[in-house]
C-alpha cells in the first residue's frame, strides 16, 4: 500500500484538535508528512496525548478569545494550511433558549471560527508564497437541513458555511482556497453534552445509542472521524487545487 506524502514539509494549524474529528486530521496529516502542526482545544491532556510524528506545538485555550489568538499570531510563521475546526453542541428550541445559552454557542462556533480563520488568512499571506495555502471549516449537515431543537448550532454552522465562501471569493487572488465541510452523524464526544443523549446512554449504552440515531440517515450508519479528517485533507491538499468556496456536504445521505 502506497502511503500519501502530500503535506510534507508543511504546517498546519488545528483547532478542535484534542478528540474527534480535530484529532484524526492532525494524526492524518502528521502520517502524510506535515512537517509542523499547531494544535488549539482547551484539553491540554487531550492534545498531549496524541502520538504525532511531527513537530507539534500545542496551546490551551478558547478559539473565543481573542487574546489567545493576539498570543498565537507570531506561532503561526509559515503556515500553508488551516483546520478551524473546534466547537460544542447547542440544544434547544428557538422559544425556551436563554440569551446566555445563544452566545456559548455563538461564541465558539461562529465567534471563534472566525477568528481561527483571520489568524490563519493572515499568517498564510504573511509568507509570500506564490503557492498561497489552504483553509477549511468544519461545518455542519444542519447548517443545509433544519433539524428542531438545535437552533443555535444549525444556525452558527450555516453562517460558518457562508464564511468560507466569501473567504473564498476575497482571498482567491492570493491562492488562497477556502472550503468548508458539512459532516451528518459523526460518533464524536461533542453528543455527549446533550441530555438526550445521556438519557440513553444511561439507559441501553452508548453503542444502541449511536445505533439508534444513525436511523435517520439513508445508509444506516454515523461516519467515523477519520472518514471526515480524509474529506477535509483532500480539500485541504493539492489534489483539490481547483475546489474552493464549496460546502462537501459528507451525511450518508441526510440532506436528501
Known amino acids: 500500500m502506497t502511503t500519501l506524502n502530500d503535506f510534507a514539509g508543511r504546517t498546519a494549524l488545528v483547532t478542535g484538535a484534542a478528540s474527534g474529528i480535530g484529532a484524526a486530521c492532525a494524526t492524518l496529516l502528521a502520517d502524510r508528512g506535515a512537517a509542523k502542526l499547531i494544535l488549539v482545544d482547551v484539553d491540554a491532556e487531550g492534545m498531549a496525548a496524541l502520538d504525532l510524528d511531527c513537530e507539534v506545538e500545542c496551546v490551551t485555550g478558547s478559539v473565543a478569545d481573542e487574546a489567545l489568538w493576539d498570543a498565537i499570531e507570531p506561532k503561526l510563521q509559515g503556515l500553508d494550511h488551516v483546520i478551524v475546526n473546534a466547537g460544542v453542541g447547542g440544544y434547544g428550541t428557538i422559544d425556551a433558549l436563554s440569551f446566555e445559552e445563544w452566545r456559548r454557542v455563538m461564541a465558539i462556533n461562529l465567534d471563534g471560527a472566525f477568528l481561527t480563520l483571520r489568524a490563519g488568512l493572515r499568517a498564510i499571506k504573511a509568507n509570500g508564497k506564490d503557492t498561497g495555502g489552504s483553509a477549511v471549516i468544519t461545518s455542519s449537515s444542519t447548517g443545509v437541513k433544519p433539524v428542531p431543537g438545535?437552533?443555535?448550532?444549525?444556525?452558527?454552522?450555516?453562517?460558518?458555511?457562508?464564511?468560507?465562501?466569501?473567504?473564498?471569493?476575497?482571498?482567491?487572488?492570493?491562492?488562497?482556497?477556502?472550503?468548508?465541510?458539512?459532516?451528518?452523524?459523526?460518533?464524536?464526544?461533542?453528543?455527549?453534552?446533550?441530555?438526550?443523549?445521556?438519557?440513553?446512554?444511561?439507559?441501553i449504552g452508548r453503542e444502541e445509542t449511536i445505533k439508534r440515531m444513525s436511523k435517520t440517515t439513508p445508509n444506516g450508519r454515523f461516519a467515523t472521524s477519520e472518514e471526515i479528517a480524509g474529506s477535509i485533507l483532500y480539500l485541504l491538499s493539492d489534489a483539490g487545487s481547483n475546489i474552493t468556496g464549496h460546502v462537501l456536504v459528507s451525511d450518508g445521505g441526510f440532506t436528501l
Not at 457562508?162 to 491562492?175: D, Q, T, V
Open 150 to 203: 438545535i437552533g443555535p448550532y444549525g444556525a452558527a454552522k450555516a453562517a460558518v458555511s457562508h464564511m468560507a465562501r466569501i473567504a473564498a471569493m476575497e482571498n482567491a487572488g492570493a491562492n488562497i482556497r477556502v472550503n468548508a465541510i458539512a459532516p451528518g452523524g459523526v460518533d464524536t464526544a461533542i453528543w455527549e453534552t446533550g441530555e438526550d443523549f445521556n438519557a440513553s446512554v444511561k439507559a
